[in-house]
């Protein structure tokens, strides 16, 4: 697969299977860098991947890890801001609608993958494939599977479609 090349990426939790997957896929595509997060930084083949702390509950690792990446202040600020948060399905697709929105002018592409409730590590390959996939064909959301399918359609209807707990007015 192609279409990475040059590209930096940062893959911020690359100590899962399904992140080791992504760093593996996106040097074969091309990547002229890999930001490999994790909690615990471990080496990586090649000179192309670049190991970096980063623990989502640490603001500071967050931070260590933004300069390494040379992220501007707006880019770590809304990361520490939406990782601040318990962030629901839905609040986490207006924020990354946000981001997008923003680096947009930048040339920054913002994708968001959605997965339905999975154990991740039981499909990761079908998983990395269909989001380098997307990624190269510039999609801004990644649907996996047919429950994030159904929730994406979901989201433009009435709130009790979303939650048909709440019954009908």
Not at 21 to 31: I, K
Not at 33 to 45: F, I, K, N, S
Not at 69 to 90: E, G, H, K, W
Not at 93 to 100: P, V, Y
């Amino acid at each position: 697969m192609t279409g990475f090349e040059s590209e930096v990426i940062l893959v911020a939790d690359a100590s899962s299977r399904l992140g080791e997957l992504f760093v593996d896929r996106f040097v074969a595509a091309g990547a002229g860098r890999v930001y490999a997060g994790g909690r615990r930084r471990r080496e990586w083949p090649g000179d192309r991947v670049v190991a970096v702390e980063i623990d989502m509950g640490d603001v500071h690792t967050i931070e260590r890890a933004g300069v390494a990446v040379q992220f501007d202040t707006n880019v770590m600020s809304s990361i520490r801001l939406a990782s601040a948060f318990a962030l629901s399905q839905a609040a986490l697709w207006s924020a990354t609608n946000a981001l997008r929105v923003e680096f947009a002018p930048a040339g920054v592409q913002v994708a968001g993958l959605v997965l339905g409730p999975c154990e991740a590590d039981a499909h990761p390959a079908t998983v990395a494939d269909r989001a380098l996939a997307g990624i190269a064909a510039r999609e801004h959301e990644i649907l996996v599977d047919a429950f994030s399918k159904q929730v994406r359609a979901r989201l433009s209807g009435p709130v009790a479609c979303m939650y048909p707990e709440l019954g009908s007015p």
